[in-house]
């Protein structure tokens, strides 16, 4: 069991590019979330997949989010034309199950310029 | 819909001294409740969680919580506080039921702990 890895741990971008965000749940997790988190403020959550099926969104992610779990393990998260709004930790989690704890990870960190 | 709040955004202790964090949920449906804590720089770790077994939960580095239904709490405690405890403490709360098993989050409490 390594635990959750995100890739990258931080990114400097400049406002209106693209950036693609990766998270690995443990291995055999089913069911992956993932959240945003500013400063001073708890995580909101995002999204969320059981295997490859993306099942909710919140009214968070606007259009020029998208995120991705496309063989039911590893994720990506991609935001377009991004924003200095964006700037926040993006954090992911997985879990074996609905009842399961949820196992989260390093999270990587977003400045957009 | 479900909420947390956290009493508190920073509580300063002396070493050896009761930690105590305060959190209050709202929920229309029996709630699973718990609590994390984040190390700067780092992710979420699970301190407890409270899943309508025993109402008094015990977690790990020494911390409990209870389950409080008709104060509608489920506060954080730990006896004697220690330098490594200083860290951001999470509080939330879920609902498996219909929820998808996302969490809400508090807005988190900053612990200090003075030497």
């Known amino acids: 069991d390594t635990g959750v890895s995100q890739d990258p741990r931080h990114k400097i971008t400049k406002r209106g590019q693209n950036v693609t965000f990766r998270c690995d749940p443990i291995?055999?997790?089913?069911?992956l979330y993932w959240y945003r988190q500013t400063l001073g403020q708890g995580p909101e959550f995002l999204t969320y997949?059981?295997?490859?099926?993306?099942?909710?969104k919140s009214r968070l992610l606007s259009d020029r989010f998208s995120a991705e779990r496309p063989k039911g393990s590893f994720s990506t998260l991609e935001i377009q034309r991004t924003e200095q709004g964006d700037s926040a930790m993006y954090l992911c989690?997985?879990?074996?199950?609905?009842?399961?704890?949820?196992?989260f990870g390093p999270g990587t960190r977003l400045l957009v310029l | 819909a479900q909420s947390v709040t956290q009493l508190g955004s920073h509580v300063s202790v002396s070493e050896g001294a009761l930690v105590l964090l305060r959190c209050n949920y709202s929920s229309s449906v029996p709630p699973y409740l718990f609590w994390y804590v984040q190390y700067p720089n780092q992710g979420l770790q699970l301190l407890l969680k409270y899943t309508s077994a025993a109402t008094l939960v015990k977690g790990i580095n020494g911390f409990e919580a209870e389950f409080k239904k008709s104060e509608t709490s489920f506060h954080l405690t730990k006896p004697s506080a220690h330098m490594s405890d200083a860290a951001e403490y999470f509080c939330a709360v879920s609902n498996w039921d219909n929820q998808g098993g996302k969490l809400i989050f508090g807005q988190g409490t900053e612990l200090s702990v003075k030497p």
């Open positions: 997949f059981q295997n490859e099926a993306q099942l909710e």
């Open positions: 989690a997985s879990s074996q199950t609905l009842q399961e704890t949820q196992y």
């Open positions: 291995s055999e997790h089913n069911r």
